[in-house]
Nanobody
């Protein structure tokens, strides 16, 4: 079965950290742009970060630069999003998605293109 599965969401206090993981099964992430997106209640979905290999490329939304780090583990066929110094405005359902095109870039994050695969989403709540 070809799918993406997210994990790692939860409830955290402001200033805390969470690590989200996106595991692919049935296909290799090697030739895909992998993006993390989030959607808060009443708001549009927004691109958070993306990563792609060959060449190694990462990109981040301005709101998370310096706080979030995206990485991949080729051996485990997973992509992770380390989120530090979390803020209440980071509260949302986070999704990972995979597409062969376009490559990872700020344009990709802003344009939210068609994806081949989407995960089911994981809730992140930042609250005291």
């Amino acid at each position: 079965q070809l799918q993406l599965v997210e994990s790692g969401g939860g409830l955290v206090q402001p200033g805390g950290s969470l690590r989200l993981s996106c595991a692919a099964s049935g296909f290799s992430l090697d030739y895909y742009t992998i993006g993390w997106f989030r959607q808060a209640p009443g708001k549009e979905r927004e691109g958070v970060s993306c990563i792609r290999s060959r060449p190694d490329t990462t990109s981040y939304a301005n709101s998370v630069i310096g706080r979030f780090t995206i990485s991949r583990d080729n051996a485990k066929n997973t992509v992770s999003l380390q989120m530090n110094n979390l803020r209440p405005e980071d509260t949302a359902v986070y999704y990972c998605a995979a597409t062969r095109w376009p490559p990872c870039s700020n344009y990709y994050l802003d344009s939210n293109p068609r994806h081949d695969y989407w995960g089911q989403g994981t809730q992140v709540t930042v609250s005291s």
